[in-house]
């Protein structure tokens, strides 16, 4: 079974010699009791926690670098729910990163679904070695395994569940890529943690930051922050500026 929001950090999927998708999503993360950064308003009206990750003796052996990451993950009552990650260089070098908030979203029926705000953008595309592509068509649609990383996206896009009748809404900031996965039939039955059916019912669309990764400097600090919310369908495209 999967879902949720994977925190992909430092790495996205195997474009480095670390384990698939970085070392954070397999964390226990501190609660955070000095988060602080945010601005006072940023919690009005919001049920949140302040989570802190500091890489460990066996973190620093396959990635020598020291860092504070801090995420923030709010739920308001509009039912907003906003990420957002920063992540501080507390080393004495320059260090980069690659990173994504891998998104799962519960779709009614894949085929049934589109995303729109990706239209026109150029993907690599993982089926294809990575080779850049230029989107063609109108909205993305499913009918077979994707698995592509867009390029230069728009800081708004709208994933459309047709038979439900809604849209998920992700705003994102700091995040320049958008990577889309559904596994489809074959490679679901190959994983061991997936059901070979549970392709119909899921997507992933992750705001990121993977194509050019995030360099810090000693003391620097990067901020992506995502932000879902969903919308009846009816609602659409011209409410959205997309
Ligand atoms: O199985 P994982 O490590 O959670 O990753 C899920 C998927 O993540 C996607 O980003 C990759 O393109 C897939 O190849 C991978 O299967």
């Not at 705003?171 to 070979?196: A, I, Q, T």
Request: net charge negative.
């Amino acid at each position: 079974m999967r879902g949720g929001i994977p925190i992909c950090f430092p790495q996205f999927g195997n474009c480095g010699s670390l384990e698939q998708h970085g070392f954070a999503r397999n964390k226990v993360w501190a609660i955070d009791d000095n988060p602080q950064l945010h601005p006072p308003n940023d919690s009005h009206g919001k049920s949140f926690i302040d989570l802190l990750l500091k890489p460990s003796e066996d973190d620093l052996k396959c990635w020598p670098h020291s860092f504070e990451f801090r995420l923030r993950v709010s739920l308001a009552t509009s039912g907003y729910l906003t990420m957002t990650s920063r992540v501080r260089n507390v080393n004495g070098k320059p260090f980069s990163f690659s990173f994504a908030y891998h998104t799962y979203f519960l779709v009614s029926d894949i085929s049934e679904v589109r995303i729109e705000g990706l239209e026109t953008l150029d993907y690599l595309d993982n089926l294809f070695e990575r080779k850049r592509f230029t989107e063609q068509g109108d909205a993305i649609t499913f009918e077979s395994e994707v698995s592509r990383l867009y390029l230069s996206s728009p800081n708004v896009i709208a994933v459309l569940d047709h038979e439900k009748k809604r849209t998920y809404v992700i705003r994102k900031e700091g995040l320049p890529d958008v990577f889309v996965w559904n596994p489809w039939e074959k490679k679901s039955k190959s994983m061991v943690d997936f059901g070979d059916e549970e392709y119909k019912q899921m997507l992933c669309v992750d705001g990121a930051a993977i194509e050019k990764p995030i360099t810090l400097k000693p003391g620097e600090e990067w901020t992506g922050r995502l932000q879902l919310s969903v919308v009846p369908s009816s609602f659409c495209s011209e409410h959205l500026d997309l």
